[in-house]
């Protein structure tokens, strides 16, 4: 507070009657077009802060102030006419807020608003569409946003019942919907779709949150979580008018015509639920609103009845608290000097500051009464509002009741007149019946009388009928009597003709078989012809040779009865030759019919045959198409597989839970390697199946390790990528994408038939070499030290430490000896180092157990030597590590002196401090890498490693403590000083704030300048300073938080970070730290 009258200025400023009069008289002389630009001015700083880039949730004092504008002008001209201006495409986070303002403004501004917002429903589908289509996490949310603000204004001018807040009585509801079932159904559906929208925006906004109680406190999840406030208030009404709705339709339609609705209603109902829990459990919710909790069961729409059960749920927002809004200065200074004159500016200046030199007048008294009163009134005024709000609570409960008992009896009115309904219904039916009663005893007398008159006529007609059948009868025996004759007749002629053709056939068969025998008995005497010519010659050659031979007497005669005998022999074998050829022939026939016959069968034999042999060629191409196509299938449900690894892979470069996935530059080159080796049995598995279609299986295997080998290698890339330097992030990014990408199109080669014989993976391997050689540039530089040697030097090492600690301890316990006790604080100091220095050297001897107990239990039958050159990795953190220790020793000795000495700083023992317990937990982690969990020693490094934190932390508060108070030593006393000095002193100490504040800005900047560079060198080792140095990982901007203090280089933050593990089980350059 300013001294003297300047104390007072403030509250006199802000209380109407402490204002001039003259100043008064001013301000009511300005015109209506300076207010309207005062307005403008005022709504264009509201909007200003309440729609900007800042990822903090909208402050209700400005957006308060919007809404008030839209009344003040009856509408929201002025907010759209800002709007439209702002730069919503640029910023994801600009244009959520701007969705969230516009929601608090069409719930809680004026009725016009809505009519405004009509004409820039085009602007808003334009924002939600840009969004949509960019990969941005507030983007997405911003296009379900427009999406439900385009809804809910459609809504709205549909149904001008509904005011945009959603606050309507059940007579308008049941007014809205009518007595039309269409109607109610239509509307029905519209709330629905209604409440869809608002419980997407939810669930979106869940699901990029972690909805721990921890989590709702931070500002960048209350920028998400701030709308919900208003979906909250929007699903209430929206569930009460559903339920409403639903129960008036089943008592129009039946049960199964509305499945459908029922199955929708259950589905919103369970996710309403779950996000009224969610949002109850919050912690930043229950200090804004009071949610309504939902009942276990969705209301029993088949039952009438459950209509009672239902409970309308209340929002209740408690009165917020009152925030700290900039004062308006009612008087206007800024006025120009020719308006009024120099006596003015002297009086307002009086009124103003105050009298010169400090004298205090009457004003300030009442100045200080007018404070305590508000005080007072302020105090009273807020127990007013809590008492309020407690009847306010008991009211609406109250009222909640007093609703269900009206709605109970609505009900009871309803079933009285349905029941009154009914019963006029069975009145009107009796009366129907005792009408239709006696028009049937009408009836009945007019059908007896035509029943006679009909009986009569048929008594006539009876008797006709008996003559016409007796003639009936008559002519059909005469008919039948003719028919039968006819009958007869026509079977004799039948039988004769029948007969006449049978004996025709049987002369026709006898003539056939008479000439067949007498040509066979032509042929058969042709023959004997033939040959009894042929023995008459034989015959007559016989008498001739026995004329001329007459001479031979008896010896002729005897061969003439030889000849004769003979000829009777001859002609008995001839007989015996016919008869054999006759029977010759004979079986000669049947021999031919059978064969003939058998040739028939061997041909339809080899018919069927040739007909089975082409069914079952055919069945062998089906099946070797099948074949084919089977494999086929099998490799395109394999690239399929494979194309799912490769997009989920690379959709984790865009996945921003995957951010804080870390990898080392050597697992992502032996990942790459491997990766590219794939390509060499995929490509050989390829040429296998082109040659040979029916074998896919090579492929499939070199494709299901190819697709999974290249994923690990993108997802170990986008991993490497977050701790590595921007330059190297973006190119190892976007070559792990091209990677992707290059390999997504060479199986989309591999799924058509055209172009997988000409797939190549030449792109492929292109990128994975672009991978590889990322993957070389990034991993660090090894110690230049020979392997061999590595063991000794850890051994030297950490007896150096040792010897360094020990040393340190010797420096603090002399300086305590010299140091007076009266001297408190450097006392005090000196003995905190001193435990601190203790509680090392127990750290660093359970340090070099545990290392030796991992090297017997690692070695095996190699020496030590060999171990620590084949953990090589490990080896080099541990040497780093024990480097650091022994440095920061040194370091917090030497401050400590220039300390007591009073030659140094305070910070520099906060800064060693820090360092020497970063250095230890580096130490720590390095041991813990190769150590067994059941290890004692480890448990042992582990307490060690709390008490280090714990010393180094009293150190802290020691060294705090005593620079506290020795600058509590400096008073400042400026009781002499007058109200002009005063203000003098003030505008130099501003300029000397400025200026350390530019100076500290500068630093800052060169701090950071340090830090990158120390990041960028952290692969190697320094040896500038002292030679020793220790590989670190560059952080990833945006990802790792900026360490608290100074560190000096070649040293990471400490402990809270993750140490990972190489190949070798080492501690390296690759491994991971999270601060």
């Known amino acids: 507070a300013r001294p003297g009258g300047a104390a007072g200025a403030g509250p006199a400023m802000n209380s109407i009657k402490s204002v001039p009069a003259r100043v008064l008289s001013r301000r009511a002389g300005h015109s209506l077009e300076a207010e309207r630009e005062q307005f403008d001015k005022n709504q264009a700083i509201s909007i200003s802060k309440a729609i900007n880039t800042q990822e903090a949730p909208v402050k209700e004092k400005h957006v308060r102030r919007i809404i008030l504008g839209t009344h003040h002008e009856k509408g929201a001209f002025t907010f759209w006419s800002y709007a439209i201006g702002l730069p919503l495409p640029s910023s994801s986070i600009l244009s959520w807020k701007f969705c969230h303002v516009l929601h608090k403004v069409l719930r809680d501004g004026h009725p016009n ?33 427009t999406r439900l603000l385009l809804t809910k204004i459609s809504f709205h001018a549909k149904h001008h019942e509904f005011p945009p807040g959603l606050e309507v009585s059940d007579e308008v509801l049941e007014k809205t919907a009518g007595t039309d079932v269409n109607n109610i159904f239509q509307l029905t559906v519209e709330l629905f779709d209604y409440l869809d929208c608002e419980l997407k925006l939810s669930e979106s906004v869940f699901r990029q949150l972690n909805t721990s109680m921890a989590l709702s406190q931070m500002s960048a999840v209350q920028c998400r979580l701030a709308p919900l406030i208003q979906v909250i208030q929007d699903c209430s009404h929206l569930y009460h008018y559903a339920v409403k709705l639903m129960f008036k339709l089943h008592s129009c339609l039946p049960a199964d015509t509305l499945q459908g609705h029922r199955d929708r209603f259950h589905e919103q109902f369970r996710s309403l639920k779950s996000f009224f829990k969610k949002a109850s459990d919050m912690l930043y919710f229950k200090r804004l609103i009071q949610i309504p909790r939902l009942p276990e069961n969705p209301p029993n729409f088949l039952r009438a009845s459950a209509l009672a059960e239902h409970v309308k749920p209340v929002v209740v927002i408690p009165e917020e608290a009152p925030e700290d809004e900039e004062p308006e200065s009612l008087i206007e200074i800024s006025t120009p000097d020719a308006l009024c004159p120099p006596q003015v500016t002297s009086d307002l200046f009086q009124q103003t500051f105050g009298p010169p030199n400090g004298i ?16 007072m009134l302020r105090a009273e005024m807020e127990k007013i509002k809590l008492e309020a709000q407690r009847y306010i609570t008991q009211l609406k409960a109250q009222v909640n009741s007093l609703e269900g008992e009206v709605e109970e009896q609505r009900k009871q009115k309803q079933k009285a007149l349905v029941d009154n309904e009914q019963l006029r219904d069975e009145l009107e039916r009796l009366q129907q019946v005792k009408q239709d009663s006696d028009r049937s005893l009408r009836l009945c007398a007019e059908a007896e009388k035509k029943a006679n008159a009909t009986e009569i006529r048929y008594t006539k007609l009876k008797e006709k009928h008996s003559e016409l059948i007796n003639t009936h009868a008559e002519l059909l025996r005469k008919n039948a009597d003719t028919a039968k004759q006819l009958t007869v007749t026509q079977q004799s002629q039948e039988e004769v003709a029948r007969v006449k053709e049978q004996l025709e056939f049987q002369v026709e068969q006898v003539k056939r078989e008479a000439e067949m025998k007498l040509e066979d008995q032509s042929v058969q005497m042709e ?15 016989a008498q001739s040779s026995l004329s001329h031979a007459k001479q031979a007497g008896t010896e002729l005669s005897a061969q003439l009865e030889t000849l004769q005998a003979e000829k009777e022999q001859l002609r008995r074998s001839v007989s015996e030759k016919e008869r054999e050829l006759l029977s010759t022939r004979s079986l000669v026939q049947e021999k031919e019919l059978q064969l003939s016959q058998e040739a028939d069968k061997a041909s339809r034999e080899i018919c069927e045959l040739q007909g089975k042999l082409l069914e079952k060629s055919n069945q062998e191409q089906s099946l070797q198409q099948k074949l084919l196509d089977e494999q086929f299938g099998i490799l395109q449900e394999a690239v399929r597989e494979a194309e799912g690894i490769l997009r989920d892979a690379v959709a984790k470069l865009d996945d921003p839970l995957h951010v804080r996935c870390t990898s080392s530059p050597d697992y992502l080159l032996s990942r790459a390697e491997a990766a590219l080796e794939s390509t060499d049995a995929l490509e050989s598995g390829h040429a296998q199946y082109v040659a040979s279609m029916a074998d896919a299986a090579a492929l499939v295997g070199a494709l299901s390790l190819f697709a999974h080998l290249t994923a690990d290698t993108i997802v170990n890339g986008s991993a490497t990528s977050h701790l590595a330097p921007t330059d190297h992030a973006d190119r190892l990014m976007e070559t792990c994408r091209d990677c992707g990408q290059r390999s997504l199109d060479y199986l989309g080669e591999l799924k058509d038939k055209q172009t997988l014989r000409r797939a190549e993976l030449g792109d492929v391997r292109r990128a994975l070499r672009g991978v590889l050689g990322l993957a070389q540039e990034l991993r660090p530089k090894s110690l230049d030290i020979k392997q061999e040697e590595l063991g000794d030097m850890v051994e030297k090492e950490m007896a150096s430490t040792s010897a360094a600690i020990e040393d340190a301890v010797r420096r603090i316990e002399r300086a305590l000896l010299d140091a007076q006790p009266f001297f408190l604080f450097p006392y005090r100091i000196l003995n905190s180092c001193t435990d601190l220095m203790k509680a090392i050297r127990l750290l660093v001897m359970t340090s070099t157990n545990l290392q030796k107990e991992i090297v017997e239990s690692g070695r095996g039958a190699a020496t030590t030597q060999e171990f620590y050159a084949k953990n090589s990795r490990w080896t080099e953190g541990l040497i780093s590590a024990s480097k650091a220790v022994g440095w920061g020793a040194t370091q917090l000795v030497e401050s400590a002196d220039r300390v007591v000495l009073h030659t140094g700083k305070y910070e520099e023992l906060i800064v060693c401090s820090h360092e020497i317990a970063a250095s230890t937990a580096q130490l720590v982690a390095a041991s813990k890498v190769k150590a067994e969990k059941s290890s004692r020693n480890l448990g042992k490094l582990q307490e060690c490693s709390r008490n280090v934190n ?40 501003q300029v000397k704030v400025l200026e350390l504040e530019k100076c500290l800005e500068g630093e800052r900047v060169r701090l950071g300048e340090l830090r990158k560079q120390h990041y960028a060198l952290a692969g190697g080792y320094d040896a500038a300073e002292d030679g020793e140095a220790r590989p670190a990982p560059a952080p990833r901007r945006g990802i790792l938080k900026k360490p608290a203090l100074a560190q000096k280089p070649g040293h990471v933050p400490g402990p809270d970070r993750e140490v990972g593990t190489s190949e070798e089980g080492g501690y390296g350059a690759g491994d991971t730290f999270v601060p």
């Open 950 to 989: 714990e010393m180094a932390a009293n150190v802290v508060a020691s060294t705090r403590t005593g620079q506290e108070q020795i600058e509590e030593k400096d008073t400042m006393d400026f009781s002499g000083m007058s109200l002009i000095k005063l203000k003098k002193e003030e505008m130099e100490t």
């Open 527 to 541: 023959q004997l012809r033939r040959e009894l010519d042929a023995r008459r010659d034989e015959l007559d050659q």
């Open 360 to 375: 205090r007048d009457d004003r300030d008294a009442q100045i200080e009464s007018l404070k305590k009163e508000v005080d």
């Open 113 to 145: 608003v809505l009519q405004d917002c009509q004409r820039y429903r085009s602007n808003i589908r334009e924002v939600g569409d840009l969004w949509g289509h960019l990969h941005d996490r507030y983007g997405q949310l911003v296009s379900i946003y």
